[in-house]
């Protein structure tokens, strides 16, 4: 569901004319098997989602809340599996995570220190609004860390960074 971002993006900030756009993608849009490895090993699955989402951090943007017991200092990675509802449940989902926090019982929550994930087919991997590719996602939280960039630059370097990446994975 990362494909809806740049028309859902657009919407909020006043451009209408990407509903067209964000209904087409979201027609369009099939859930895709996932494959994730938590924490080294210590829990694996399988699963047909529409989205994993990653977070450090309670918020998501300047409103959405996925729980209310998200901390940027438990060392740990919060993980969403979004697999069991449907589209609609999905926009539902959303527009009620920026007025209240939802509690769905369907959505998995993981505190990880690590992550690998997978999906067949190939889906868009997103950071902080931006498009990094499609391939598998390696995230881990490294403690008392702190990378910071700003700027057109960071942005460039950002995307290299991930094709890089993404060219080493598919050396492997």
């Given at each position: 569901?990362?494909?809806?971002?740049?028309?859902?993006?657009?919407?909020?900030?006043?451009?209408?004319?990407?509903?067209?756009?964000?209904?087409?993608?979201?027609?369009?849009?099939?859930?895709?098997?996932?494959?994730?490895?938590?924490?080294?090993?210590?829990?694996?699955?399988?699963?047909?989602?529409?989205?994993?989402?990653?977070?450090?951090?309670?918020?998501?943007?300047?409103?959405?809340?996925?729980?209310?017991?998200?901390?940027?200092?438990?060392?740990?990675?919060?993980?969403?599996?979004?697999?069991?509802?449907?589209?609609?449940?999905?926009?539902?989902?959303?527009?009620?995570?920026t007025s209240r926090?939802?509690?769905?019982?369907?959505?998995?929550?993981?505190?990880?220190?690590?992550?690998?994930?997978?999906?067949?087919?190939?889906?868009?991997?997103?950071?902080?609004?931006?498009?990094?590719?499609?391939?598998?996602?390696r995230v881990a939280?490294?403690?008392?860390?702190?990378?910071?960039?700003?700027?057109?630059?960071?942005?460039?370097?950002?995307?290299?960074?991930?094709?890089?990446?993404?060219?080493?994975?598919?050396?492997?």
């Amino acid at each position: 569901m990362s494909a809806l971002y740049p028309a859902a993006d657009g919407i909020q900030h006043g451009e209408l004319g990407k509903i067209g756009d964000f209904l087409a993608t979201l027609i369009r849009s099939k859930p895709a098997r996932m494959h994730m490895v938590l924490d080294h090993g210590r829990q694996e699955f399988d699963t047909l989602a529409h989205l994993v989402l990653v977070s450090n951090m309670p918020y998501i943007g300047k409103q959405f809340q996925p729980a209310s017991d998200i901390s940027f200092d438990d060392s740990l990675l919060d993980l969403f599996v979004y697999a069991n509802l449907s589209k609609l449940d999905l926009i539902e989902y959303a527009v009620e995570a920026t007025s209240r926090i939802p509690e769905d019982p369907r959505i998995p929550h993981f505190r990880v220190s690590n992550a690998v994930i997978e999906s067949d087919p190939k889906m868009p991997v997103m950071v902080d609004s931006m498009i990094l590719g499609e391939d598998t996602l390696r995230v881990a939280l490294h403690r008392q860390s702190l990378n910071a960039m700003a700027g057109e630059a960071a942005s460039s370097h950002l995307i290299a960074r991930s094709e890089a990446v993404i060219q080493e994975n598919h050396e492997e």
